[in-house]
């Protein structure tokens, strides 16, 4: 056994703890604190519970067998055991909604996919009629439930993600549209490793048409880290070199 | 004594912590529910409550009411030939509040626990706290609403270990609200919510669809007739869920109107805003990384939730039907109490705390790109990401983006979007840089978030040590300290009707409201009666004013009776 990580020492733990025994030290050590006169005792309780969670969530993936992702989906993750890095490491995310889940968005997300490929057989798809595959696909009574409805969402970001296919960035405007990606950073971090890819595409095409979106009442650019005007730009050398030149001329002459 | 108060946008209540539970507190008329209303009568008096509701349907001019929606806008609101802001307004329901607080409890009360919707802005939360100091209260703490629905539910099992979410739609706001409890901690996971969703917008949308028909258009520039008929379609409203249909008559210059409700025009009408509902429910749980199936309970709060087609759509969204043990109207106000014994310390919740998270996402603007690939300006880059756990304080370290750059402008907003033209401009401060290369000139920017919901931001150039900080304060629609204190004075000089009045005020309030609808020789029968009432007001005798209110009192009841106030229902 190694040395005891930081994290579990600030909660009284050791090796030995489980995820139990670790919520049960914060609970504890959280009602000594006054959170509101105190806050820096409590983001830094905070934080060795979450790296002290996060240590024994990375053990866990160690000791049981690791069930790679379906390939076609997923980048290739290191089988092995990500070694336990306390202190510092949010929680990492759950892996997001498998497609083969037994929700009814798959199934309606596949529906759609087809559609799509009809009306993408010969050149750009019709906007209208996209327009429409999605809001029935949206309106569907299979979507209520929130769970089929995560799984829809997922679905066609793995299908934008995984490679350009006919009527790309029209399916892809429709998505920004339909589920808010522009809006909500946090919303396609959620959806994995298909959301990392399609962040830059969202961004491009999010500031070409104008979105529905109330606008700021302030009108000057802002910017963070823009160059200041140089002092010596092109024009003011020239000027400042034909000065000299004049001066010189003007001497040479007397 | 430290108070809990629940700002509703319809109705306010007020709640204390006696040792073992919380407890409402009766208003002068004997009631938990004081309208959030505010009306100026001839004299210039101030009457709060159900006096006030009363005449916003016989003095709409004179009348204020859902002024919460305009919390932390400079929008004034003219009421009776006066301004007032929306705090004002507010620190007047407060007042009358306190007043309450103070009866019930025999002595002064001068703290409290005020309530605010989870996803109240900056700005918004800012304007409730000087609401209270307007009122003469010291704001010991904003709790969010459904942190304090979440606290009523999680003090009769503190043992436990559940998942929740709290739906609390209300008047005029809906929040949403993930919480983990275990070992005695109410740990909130996650908050979302649409400050401009609730029971109001139900009302509106249903008394849109009559017209242009069978209402013609010509009646929404009378004023009386719209407040009168947006009160009945209210009603209607909770009548729906009794009966499939509710037939509304209000009388008119040319005979009455006739207006049928049924649930099937509720559900036409409703459609778009139960699609807006599902909104912050669907983030709220990605944000808490639960599924539907995790949460052991759905708990309601808020009055709007007591709607069929709300409970249906819930039941319908996590396939099971939510839990409503509580009264869904009292729920904040109890937990609101809750935090006030929290705060004051109780033994008896000593094992019991709570923790909750920032409902928005906080950073500042920067450009990508550089070494080879062109710059894009008006990027978002979160320093506390939103539902982080509360109090907390992050840095990013920032650089300019050339070298020798001389200065850096720092915008801080406040939203989720990935571009900062979709998130809203909190404030901005510009930062003068020493001479040196871009990797020389790092800028440390933190942002510290406090338990009331508050953002303080500061940077410091690495290289010199120089501090600034970001005042937010600037914000037009944020009161200065002078302003309040100068505000303060105006409305202590305000008169208002005393406590023990209110209850005749009230009475002689719905009296008008029911003469304007009667007819011929019922009215002016009734007339006389009011003129008798308000000349036995006027003697100031109590031995006059008591049989005199018994009698008119139960007359108006009649006549309210006879003339199918209440909407018929149709079974």
């Known amino acids: ?254 | 004594m430290i108070v809990g108060i629940d700002l509703g946008t319809t109705n306010s209540l007020a709640a204390y912590w006696d040792g073992g539970a919380p407890r409402l507190i009766p208003n002068s008329l004997g009631t938990y529910l004081t309208p959030s209303c505010v009306s100026l009568d001839e004299d210039g008096a101030v009457l709060v409550g159900r006096a006030a509701r009363e005449r916003l349907q016989t003095h709409p001019g004179r009348t204020a009411s859902l002024f919460k929606r305009h919390m932390g806008t400079d929008r004034e609101l003219l009421v009776g030939g006066r301004t007032f802001r929306p705090e004002e307004l507010s620190a007047l329901v407060l007042r009358s509040l306190k007043a309450d607080a103070e009866a019930a409890l025999g002595g002064p009360v001068e703290e409290a626990v005020i309530t605010v919707p989870a996803y109240f802005s900056d700005a918004q939360r800012k304007a409730t706290r000087a609401a209270g100091e307007l009122a003469g209260l010291r704001v010991e703490r904003l709790l969010n609403e459904p942190s304090a629905a979440a606290l009523a539910y999680g003090i009769h099992r503190r043992g436990a270990e559940a998942k929740f979410l709290v739906f609390d739609l209300g008047g005029g706001t809906f929040d949403v609200s993930i919480l983990d409890l275990f070992e005695g901690v109410m740990e909130v996971r996650a908050s979302a919510g649409d400050n401009f969703l609730g029971g109001e917008d139900f009302d509106t949308a249903l008394l849109e669809s009559f017209f242009p028909h069978p209402l013609p258009s010509s009646l929404k520039a009378d004023a009386s007739f719209m407040q009168r008929l947006r009160a009945r379609t209210e009603e209607a409203r909770h009548a729906l869920g009794a009966s499939p249909q509710v037939t509304l008559r209000l009388p008119g210059d040319a005979g009455d109107h006739v207006l049928e409700v049924t649930e099937g025009l509720l559900d036409r009408v409703a459609a778009p805003l139960l699609q807006r509902l599902r909104i912050p429910v669907e983030r709220a749980l990605r944000d808490a990384d639960f599924r539907a199936e995790d949460l052991d309970q759905i708990v309601l709060a808020g009055g709007a939730t007591r709607m069929a087609i709300v409970r249906r759509l819930v039941a319908r969204m996590f396939g099971r039907p939510p839990v409503c043990e509580l009264n869904p109207d009292e729920v904040v106000a109890l937990g609101a109490a809750v935090q006030a014994g929290l705060k004051m310390k109780d033994a008896a919740l000593d094992e019991v705390v709570m923790t909750d998270v920032s409902p928005y996402s906080m950073g500042i603007e920067i450009s990508r790109g550089g070494s080879g690939t062109p710059t894009t300006e008006g990027h978002f880059d979160p320093i506390i990401e939103r539902n982080t756990p509360v109090p907390v304080s992050r840095v990013g370290t920032y650089y300019p983006v050339t070298d020798h750059q001389r200065k850096l402008l720092l915008n801080v907003y406040q939203g989720e979007a990935r571009m900062v033209r979709d998130n809203i401009h909190l404030g901005r401060l510009e930062l003068n840089l020493p001479p040196g290369t871009r990797d020389q000139l790092g800028v440390d920017i933190r942002f510290t978030y406090d338990v009331n919901g508050l953002l303080e931001v500061e940077a410091r150039v690495l290289r010199t040590g120089a501090l600034r900080s970001l005042v937010i304060e600037s914000n037009p629609g944020i009161l200065s300290p002078g302003e309040i204190a100068a505000r303060f004075k105006a409305l202590s000089a305000l008169k208002v009707h005393p406590r023990e009045q209110m209850a005749n005020r009230a009475l002689l309030a719905r009296a008008e409201r029911l003469y304007l609808v009667l007819k011929g020789p019922t009215r002016q029968g009734f007339g006389d009666r009011i003129l008798a009432f308000e000349q036995a007001l006027e003697s100031q005798d109590p031995h006059l004013i008591r049989p005199a209110q018994r009698d008119f009192s139960e007359h108006t009841d009649r006549l309210e009776r006879d003339h199918q106030i209440l909407p018929e229902t149709i079974q």
């Not at chain 1, 798959?106 to 529906?111: I, K, L, Q, S, Y």
């Not at chain 1, 327009?131 to 997922?154: C, H, I, N, W």
């Not at chain 1, 302030?218 to 005007?229: M, R, S, T, V």
Request: hydrophobic letters at 40%.
């Open chain 1, 1 to 254: 056994m190694g040395r005891r990580p930081a994290c579990l020492a600030r909660l009284g733990l050791t090796r030995a703890a489980d995820e139990q025994a670790i919520r049960r030290a914060y609970a504890r050590e959280l009602k000594r604190i006054d959170q509101a006169r105190d806050p820096g005792a409590f983001q830094e309780l905070r934080e060795a519970y979450e790296a002290a969670r996060t240590w024994h969530r990375a053990r866990q993936v160690g000791l049981l067998p690791v069930t790679p992702p379906p390939a076609r989906m997923r980048p290739a993750r290191p089988a092995a055991p990500v070694p336990p890095t306390p202190d510092l490491a949010p929680a990492p995310p759950t892996p997001a909604l498998d497609e083969a889940s037994p929700y009814g968005g798959a199934e309606v997300f596949t529906e759609l996919a087809t559609r799509i490929a009809t009306l993408a057989a010969d050149g750009p798809p019709d906007p209208p009629a996209l327009t429409q595959a999605f809001s029935l696909a949206l309106e569907d009574p299979r979507l209520v439930p929130l769970s089929a409805r995560f799984q829809f969402e997922q679905c066609l970001a793995n299908h934008l993600a995984s490679g350009r296919r006919p009527g790309h960035t029209q399916v892809l405007e429709q998505a920004i549209l339909r589920f808010g990606w522009h809006r909500d950073h946090r919303r396609l971090a959620r959806l994995g490793w298909a959301g990392e890819q399609l962040g830059e595409a969202v961004d491009s095409v999010a500031t070409l048409p104008p979105l529905p979106v109330v606008p700021e009442p302030e009108p000057e650019p802002a910017w963070i880290g823009k160059p200041e005007a140089k002092p010596w730009n092109g024009w003011s050398l020239l000027c400042a070199l034909y000065f000299f030149l004049m001066m010189i001329r003007l001497l040479v002459k007397d």
